[in-house]
């Protein structure tokens, strides 16, 4: 079964940097999607949308809150999705997860990674 699996989470200090990415297990891996992105939820707080990136025209969408500090870009397969998250605050201190949506079947899931923003 093919999962998403996150990597890259961690500390940081406010105004640091850190790159999160998201991959199917396994090899081989082929889906058409409509859309691949990142959730977080603050211990809390609701989950909420961060960013995420169409398959169809590559366009994005952003969280306000984040919006000239976070970067999504994907990789050539188009499998492998990245956060680049600059100028990092405390407030952006969440477990993020990484969604796929595929064309056909439900939305998958990765585990989570822990990104902490403390000094």
């Known amino acids: 079964q093919v999962q998403l699996v996150e990597s890259g989470g961690g500390l940081a200090q406010p105004g640091g940097s850190l790159r999160i990415s998201c991959t199917p297990s396994?090899?081989?891996?082929?889906?058409?999607?409509?859309?691949i992105g990142w959730f977080r939820q603050a211990p809390g707080k609701e989950r909420e949308a961060v960013s995420c990136?169409?398959?169809?025209?590559?366009?994005?969408y952003y969280l306000d809150s984040v919006k000239g500090r976070f970067t999504i870009s994907r990789d050539n397969a188009k499998y492998t999705v990245y956060l680049q998250m600059n100028d990092l605050e405390p407030d952006d201190t969440a477990v993020y997860s990484c969604?796929?949506?595929?064309?056909?079947?439900?939305?998958?899931w990765g585990q989570g990674t822990l990104v902490t923003v403390s000094s």
């Open positions: 969604y796929l949506d595929p064309t056909s079947g439900p939305r998958m």
């Open positions: 990136i169409s398959n169809n025209d590559g366009s994005t």
């Open positions: 396994g090899s081989g891996f082929t889906l058409d999607y409509y859309t």
